[in-house]
T-cell receptor, first 110, second 116 residues
């Protein structure tokens, strides 16, 4: 079975609304990461090895490794936030051998 | 300017043929990787290299052969192509490998391979 489960699979928002993306892990992990994948493909790291609550602009990550879960909160969504959000786990930190989820596709409309 | 350059961006191949995917990074990183994303599967780890040495291989098939001619190059040769090899192949890099200074992954734009 899948080791990294993301929900929802897709989400449609109106500009200005907030979003909550979930990531759950079925096996023990040492660390996790959030990525944003642009329409068209390239990936950008959003949060690297977060633990507890971390904020970067309008994005907030809340991660509890022992409970095998992480969430990504996007506040005041913008059209440019549209794309796919991927979470990934590492069984051992420092090797960048990531196991990814299938992602949440976010569409923000005007 | 992109710091990780992958070529070509798109390629079409026939079953049984061979292709090479090119990757160069200009971030001064010591570790490079290949990941693959297909329509059926999530993004998955293939290989990791550190200082031009293979450190980890998660690819069962020997048809996939990474090649590193310089520290900032990691090409991927795929032989005897099959339709199931159709995917976007992402090259990535990080500062180091295997320790506290590894750092986050930086990804290239990907090479989308279609095998007919």
């Amino acid at each position: 079975g899948q080791q990294v489960q993301q929900s929802p699979t897709s989400l449609v928002l109106q500009e200005g609304e907030n979003a909550e993306l979930q990531c759950n892990f079925s096996t023990s992990l040492n660390s996790m990461q959030w990525f944003y994948q642009r329409p068209g493909g390239s990936l950008v790291s959003v949060f690297y090895n977060p633990s507890g609550t971390k904020q970067s602009g309008r994005l907030t990550s809340t991660t509890v490794i022992k409970e095998r879960r992480s969430s990504l909160h996007i506040s005041s969504s913008q059209i440019t936030d549209s794309g796919t959000y991927l979470c990934a786990m590492e069984r051992r930190s420092g090797y960048n051998k990531l196991t990814f989820g299938k992602g949440t596709v976010l569409l923000v409309s005007p | 300017d992109p710091k990780i350059i992958q070529k070509p961006k798109y390629l079409v191949a026939v079953t049984g043929s061979e292709k090479i995917l090119i990757c160069e990074q200009y971030l001064g990183h010591n570790a490079m990787y290949w990941y693959r994303q297909s329509a059926k599967k999530p993004l998955e780890f293939m290989f990791s290299y550190s200082y031009q040495k293979l450190m980890d291989n998660q690819t069962a098939s020997s048809r996939f052969q990474p090649q590193s001619s310089k520290k900032n190059h990691l090409d991927l040769q795929i032989t005897a192509l099959k339709p199931d090899d159709s995917a976007t192949y992402f090259c990535a890099s990080s500062q180091d490998w295997g320790g506290a200074s590894t750092g986050q992954l930086y990804f290239g734009e990907g090479s989308k391979l279609t095998v007919l």
